[in-house]
T-cell receptor, first 115, second 111 residues
Framework: EPEVTQTPSHQVTQMGQEVILRCVPI?????FYWYRQILGQKVEFLVS????????KSEIFDDQFSVERPDGSNFTLKIRSTKLEDSAMYFC?????????????FGDGTRLSIL | DQQVKQNSPSLSVQEGRISILNCDYT??????FLWYKKYPAEGPTFLIS?????DKNEDGRFTVFLNKSAKHLSLHIVPSQPGDSAVYFC??????????FGAGTTVTVRA
């Protein structure tokens, strides 16, 4: 069964450094998402992406965050200058279509630890 | 974000019996609801969904019930199996395509 893959599984970075989290969505999917889960908290929506542009973003997704689809298969989340509070599990998801009950399929996540 | 609530952090059930997980929501603009299952060190896995125009959806051992007037949904797993032990998340979405998640319920199926 096709799946969303994320790399790396664990990223340790010094505060203030840039980090790029990578995702390969399911190949025929058109909608892409990033979520995060801070330890002990809920899974939170960050951003959705369709047709090479952001379609929705949360208040968490400030100017320090950016997303890109650099080629036909990868979808990346960049955090420009990491803060301690960015430490979390980051999940990438994709769906064949948007909304209307189309399930979003999640990767296994990247654990980001900011020191 | 308190729009989706799972008030039971944990549930323990005997193997073979029914597991019932509950979820409440506050946003009447949600038009579809999903349940995800999550094992440690893995991402959420989609289980089953329901549109707001329906009140029941069934897929094998999993059935989701939606009560729109009460803004409440539930997931029934019958019969429960040891492999069902996991964290279950309720999620809701609307026209903006983003999902709002509950805090999760940890299910333990006892042999």
């Amino acid at each position: 069964e096709p799946e969303v893959t994320q790399t790396p599984s664990h990223q340790v970075t010094q505060m203030g450094q840039e980090v790029i989290l990578r995702c390969v969505p399911i190949s025929n999917h058109l909608y892409f998402y990033w979520y995060r889960q801070i330890l002990g908290q809920k899974v939170e929506f960050l951003v959705s992406f369709y047709n090479n542009e952001i379609s929705e973003k949360s208040e968490i997704f400030d100017d320090q965050f950016s997303v890109e689809r650099p080629d036909g298969s990868n979808f990346t989340l960049k955090i420009r200058s990491t803060k301690l509070e960015d430490s979390a599990m980051y999940f990438c998801a994709s769906s064949e279509q948007g909304g209307l009950g189309q399930p979003q399929h999640f990767g296994d996540g990247t654990r980001l630890s900011i020191l | 974000d308190q729009q989706v609530k799972q008030n039971s952090p944990s549930l323990s059930v005997q193997e073979g019996r029914i597991s019932i997980l509950n979820c409440d929501y506050t946003n009447s603009m949600f038009d579809y609801f999903l349940w995800y299952k999550k094992y440690p060190a893995e991402g959420p896995t989609f289980l089953i969904s329901i549109s707001s125009i329906k009140d029941k959806n069934e897929d094998g051992r999993f059935t989701v019930f939606l009560n729109k007037s009460a803004k409440h949904l539930s997931l029934h797993i019958v019969p429960s199996q040891p492999g069902d032990s996991a964290v279950y998340f309720c999620a809701a979405g609307g026209s903006d395509y983003k999902l709002s998640f509950g805090a999760g319920t940890t299910v333990t199926v006892r042999a």
